[in-house]
Structure formats: C-alpha cells, structure tokens
Nanobody, 127 residues
Framework: QVQLVESGGGLVQAGGSLRLSCAAS????????MGWFRQAPGEEREFVAA????????LYADSVKGRFTASRDNAKNMVYLQMNSLKPEDTAVYYC????????????????????YGQGTQVTVSS
C-alpha cells in the first residue's frame, strides 16, 4: 500500500525559507520519479518540481526556478523540497506524488502522469 506523508510546512515571512519532506513507503521508491505539486484555494493543482528516480535529474516550474530545489534520498525513501526566497504567491497546500510509471527516462510535469498524492502540508507566506 503506497503511503506518502508530507511535513515541514508552516507560516513564514516573504523572503524566508522552508524545507518540505515527504516520507514514502509501499513501493520500490528508487524506481519512480517523485513530484511536488501545490494547490491554492480556488486554483487548480499545479506542478512545482520533480526529482527523477535516478536522482540526478530535476525539473522545475518557471515560477519556482532558482528558488526551489528538489532532492531525494533513495536510501531513506525520502524526497525533499527546499524553498528559498518565498513569496506570498507561493502560499498553497503542497503535495508529493509518485510517477505512474517506473524507470521513466524523462521526468514528467503533467499532473496526470502522477498518482498517490499525500495528504499535503500547508505553506503560508506572509507579506
């Protein structure tokens, strides 16, 4: 049974930093790319970042490029999202998710290519 548990969210002032963590279990973690998504009230869920199953390839939404860093520790079944220079528009519930297909050579950004989202962690950035 796939389980994803996000943590690390909170309230931070603009310009601050947070590090989100996602603990994964129930599948062969080191064969699946992992994505981060976010959803603000009244908005669609959007792609934020992803780390490939082989850990050396990452992908970012233009809105977070240069500020956020996705990483993973395959030995610990953990994926992380380091968020720096946070802006009020980064306020959302953040979710990690598992790529639907193992060993995919290209990291996907399409939410439809992911499933098994966690429960989410709230990030609030005050101005």
């Amino acid at each position: 049974q796939v389980q994803l548990v996000e943590s690390g969210g909170g309230l931070v002032q603009a310009g601050g930093s947070l590090r989100l963590s996602c603990a994964a279990s129930g599948f062969t973690f080191n064969t699946y790319s992992m994505g981060w998504f976010r959803q603000a009230p009244g908005e669609e869920r959007e792609f934020v970042a992803a780390a490939s199953w082989y850990a050396y390839n990452t992908l970012y939404a233009d809105s977070v490029k240069g500020r956020f860093t996705a990483s993973r520790d395959n030995a610990k079944n953990m994926v992380y999202l380091q968020m720096n220079s946070l802006k009020p528009e980064d306020t959302a519930v953040y979710y990690c998710a598992v790529d639907r297909s193992p060993l995919r050579p290209v990291v996907p950004s399409d939410p439809l290519r992911y499933n098994y989202y966690g429960q989410g962690t709230q990030v609030t950035v005050s101005s």
